[in-house]
């Protein structure tokens, strides 16, 4: 049987239930951690998972998982998975495809009745967007020992409620949150086949893209601190007008990131001054930086041309700045092995395929420095993701299947 039009319809079957879990119909899927819609598709998830030969079980922060056992049940694990939150109105494609696309892996390896070396772990990760608590990937790193009591009394939602309060409501015990770490000695690989959520592919024609490495990145506010006065009054050369710094500041933005030459992407996102009034100078304006690039040492050239400019012009009037490092993760490399693996595949099949570099963070990244991890991406139509126009092709996401299956059979007898 053709496996890529057996995945084809199975993962369009199951994308059409489980775009129904959302709690805005009609204006994109909305799937918030502990929701009510959450629970709506880990119950389908669990019966899908079960249909397609797996054991299941969901774990005490939502992840929910199925196992396909090897012949030898101490062997070591292949853990293939996407996560199953939305953002707020986004797409039926991000995370959720690649959920749907490892459930078919798994449905494959075991109707193929090829014996198995590894166990194989699919994982639907909860909470990898952070948009109920800020930080994200709460699933993965529950399981890779990130995350503690302390953090999950910590991380509260907008009205206060903590982690721990959700897990309690959802009928976890957040004492036995340290249980949850996997033993990464029994893990072989880490797999995740996600939507590109960005033009390239799309763009250049391509069928697939094999993730080489995972974006470093720094994110920060930075707040100026000047003085309200009258903007009739008050001689240029007397202001300390901090909307006129940070402007200064955010427009070389652009221009130091493509200094780098390797991809480097540099964004001011979010612009806040006080009083916000057209006739004052402002006293104080607040305004973030996204930086991100392959390389952690241009993440580090830009930081610092940033902070040097903002010294420079905060200097000159007198004005002052603080910067606060809301998060500095450091860039990921792939599996070199893996990514070659799945690219040889992809020669054999006749797809059309490129290596590139994942700009958005993913489950992935959490496993990529302690087990060999790889990422599939499919096309997004029009790099669109986060918004309901998101649309990636069944049949390319059939094909990420593929070439993860013919990798994953190889693996299961060598
Ligand atoms: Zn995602």
Known sequence: MDI???AECDIKRRLKQLRTYTS???KGVTRLPFSEEAKGAVAYLKAEMESAGLKTFVDLVGNVRGVLPAENVDAPTIIMGSHYDTVKSGGEYDGIAGVVCAVSVAELLAQSGIPRKY???IIAFNDEEGMMFGSGCLGSKALTGQI???????LTDENGISIREWMLRWGSDPEKIDTLKLDMEKVKAFFEIHIEQGPVLDEKKYELGIVTG??????CMATIEGRADHAGTTPMSMRQDTINIASKVISRLDGLA??????????????????????????????????????????????EEVWALLDEHTAKCGASCDVDIKLRQPAVRMSGELVERLAGKCREHDYKYMEMVSGAAHDAMVFADKVDTVMVFVPSRNGRSHCPEEHSEYADLAKAVQIVFDVMTDMMVE
Do not use: W
């Open 4 to 6: 890529t039009y057996q």
């Open 24 to 26: 805005t119909p009609g």
């Open 119 to 121: 166990n194989l772990e």
């Open 148 to 154: 503690d009591r302390h953090y999950i009394e910590h």
């Open 214 to 219: 995972i974006v470093g990145l720094l994110r």
């Open 258 to 303: 493509d200094r780098e030459q390797n991809g480097t992407v540099a964004t001011c996102g979010f612009i806040r001054a006080y009083p916000n009034a057209m006739n004052v100078i402002a006293s104080k304006t607040e305004f973030t930086m996204d930086i991100r690039s392959i390389s952690d040492d241009s993440v580090d050239r830009v930081q």
